[in-house]
């Protein structure tokens, strides 16, 4: 073999020779420490926005892609029902006070009416009480012959009236009385009816709010189904935002290389649309379980297992 030959050719393997080293140095005084993969994506979690009631779309307010800030206006429905719905919860609510209003009116005069009552079993009492008075004097006088048969027919009947009408007056007494139970049971009645009249009220206010459907986060319009003048029902998909901010990383490594991760240590990502401008991370948290078994039909391989 020429001397020359031999030389190029000492000269390429120690140049190899160079290389591996450098290779195998690198590896391990740092590479081995390390482990990488290109089995990453970004990763958010993205938000779908569904109406809460069924109505018509009166008017969708983004398109797609669309950058939007957390509370802002993103589709209206058509308010008219939900107009009308806040109306009549409260004429409904307006009706019942002024029921319960009447009934407190009547409960404030039944006071004065018992007090009537009373007087007039107390009058009816005294007459009752002069009655007898004249008819017992009468029959004593009768049989010396004072009196008349006539007489004492005659005051014999007026005590027979004059009972009858404290019997009435008494049952008239109770009968006020017991008006006044029935009536603070109407007015309890009536402050049940308002405390609901008042929570359709609330109800049918929250929905007239919910008829505008706002941004629960900030973020991009994706996937947008809403159309104008569609018909969805309750909890109908109308869009989703992709948040722009809080988002991560998901890298997919081996098994054999995750046997050193812990979280908190320090990362570097280096973006396909970026690959000059790697960006400094740290590791959040390591997944339970491999991705695989969180999927709709997680693989079970037969061979080897055992309970």
Avoid: C
Avoid at 86 to 97: F, G
Avoid at 99 to 109: G, I, N, Y
Avoid at 277 to 299: C, H, K, M, N
């Amino acid at each position: 073999m020429p001397a020359q030959l031999k030389r190029r050719l000492f000269s390429f393997l120690l140049i190899v020779l160079l290389v591996a080293a450098g290779f195998f140095a690198h590896w391990f005084f740092k590479g081995r420490f390390y482990e990488s993969t290109d089995n990453a994506y970004v990763q958010g979690e993205i938000t779908r926005v569904s109406s809460q009631l069924g109505a018509r779309i009166d008017q969708v307010l983004v398109q797609d892609n669309q950058h939007v800030e957390k509370g802002q206006l993103l589709i209206k429905l058509e308010g008219d029902d939900f107009h009308l719905a806040v109306d009549r919860a409260n004429a409904t609510l307006a009706t019942r006070q002024a029921e319960r209003l009447q009934a407190q009116s009547k409960l404030t005069q039944q006071a004065s009416l018992i007090a009537a009552s009373d007087a007039q079993v107390a009058s009816s009492q005294a007459s009752l009480g002069r009655s007898q008075i004249d008819l017992s004097r009468a029959q004593t006088l009768r049989k010396p012959g004072y009196v008349s048969e006539e007489r004492v027919t005659t005051l014999s009947a007026d005590n027979h009236i004059a009972r009858s009408q404290v019997t009435k007056a008494q049952a008239d007494a109770q009968s006020q009385r017991q008006q006044v139970n029935s009536l603070s049971a109407e007015i309890k009645r009536l402050d049940a009816m308002i405390a609901n009249a008042k929570t359709d009220l609330a109800q049918a206010e929250l929905n007239l709010t919910r008829s505008d459907i706002h941004a629960p986060i900030s973020g991009l319009i994706g996937q947008r189904a809403a159309r104008n003048g569609q018909y969805i029902q309750a909890g109908a998909y109308l869009l989703s935002i992709v948040p722009d901010q809080d988002i991560w990383i998901q890298a997919n490594f081996k098994e054999t290389q995750i046997g050193h991760m812990q979280p908190g240590q320090q990362a570097e990502l280096t973006f396909d649309a970026y690959s000059d401008t790697p960006i400094e991370a740290r590791v959040d948290s390591l997944f339970a379980a491999s991705g695989a078994q969180f999927s709709l039909l997680p693989p079970d391989n037969a061979t080897g297992n055992f309970t």
